[in-house]
T-cell receptor, first 119, second 111 residues
Framework: GAVVSQHPSRVICKSGTSVKIECRSL??????MFWYRQFPKKSLMLMAT?????????EQGVEKDKFLINHASLTLSTLTVTSAHPEDSSFYIC???????????????FGPGTRLTVL | GNSVTQMEGPVTLSEEAFLTINCTYT??????LFWYVQYPGEGLQLLLK?????DKGSNKGFEATYRKETTSFHLEKGSVQVSDSAVYFC??????????FGAGTILRVKS
């Protein structure tokens, strides 16, 4: 099956610093990538959708200046948490999708997630 | 808005026991329904899906039936194995392909 990797798997940083998380589709080209955030004992919440070569679409309530998303190629998307604070500590998960056929579900393939801890 | 509610875990079972994980949903239209599984250290994987009422999704011995009248999509397996230990997520998607997830249920199977 399609494989999606994330790097790093966990990161600890000081408050006020920025952290970059990479999401790569290893054996397919992803026209669309998604970024999710998961709180303990809570569901995954979609943060943003990014299409290769265009600006990301952010969900309501997600600060786009804080969570910068870049999808520069068909196999790589990055999420940068800028000026991180302890409340940004969370589990961040990306997914990638090949196509976008209208009216049907197009399967997303998920990365293993990145645990961010901000001290 | 759309939402998914699934039973809280963890669910702890002995090997070969019967498994049910309840999932109910709220949606404005007619969503597709999914179960995802996340094994330790891995990404979420699609386990099974159903796209319309009364459809039954099945895979690896797991089954779930799309029940429109009760807005439910309960996951079942007749005989669980230790290797089924994982986190299970119920999810829905409407036309825009945006996935809405439940909180996840941890399943622990003891030998």
């Amino acid at each position: 099956g399609a494989v999606v990797s994330q790097h790093p798997s966990r990161v600890i940083c000081k408050s006020g610093t920025s952290v970059k998380i990479e999401c790569r589709s290893l054996d397919f080209q992803a026209t669309t990538m998604f970024w999710y955030r998961q709180f303990p004992k809570k569901s995954l919440m979609l943060m943003a959708t990014s299409n290769e070569g265009s600006k990301a679409t952010y969900e309501q309530g997600v600060e786009k200046d804080k969570f910068l998303i870049n999808h520069a190629s068909l196999t790589l998307s990055t999420l940068t948490v800028t000026s991180a604070h302890p409340e940004d500590s969370s589990f961040y998960i990306c997914s990638a999708r090949v196509g976008a056929q209208a009216g049907v579900y197009n399967e997303q393939f998920f990365g293993p997630g990145t645990r961010l801890t901000v001290l | 808005g759309n939402s998914v509610t699934q039973m809280e875990g963890p669910v702890t079972l002995s090997e070969e026991a019967f498994l049910t994980i309840n999932c109910t949903y709220t949606a404005t239209g007619y969503p597709s329904l999914f179960w995802y599984v996340q094994y330790p250290g891995e990404g979420l994987q699609l386990l099974l899906k159903a796209t319309k009422a009364d459809d039954k999704g099945s895979n690896k011995g797991f089954e779930a039936t799309y029940r429109k009248e009760t807005t439910s999509f309960h996951l079942e397996k007749g005989s669980v194995q230790v290797s089924d230990s994982a986190v299970y997520f119920c999810a829905l998607s409407e036309k825009g392909n945006k996935l809405v997830f439940g909180a996840g249920t941890i399943l622990r199977v003891k030998s």
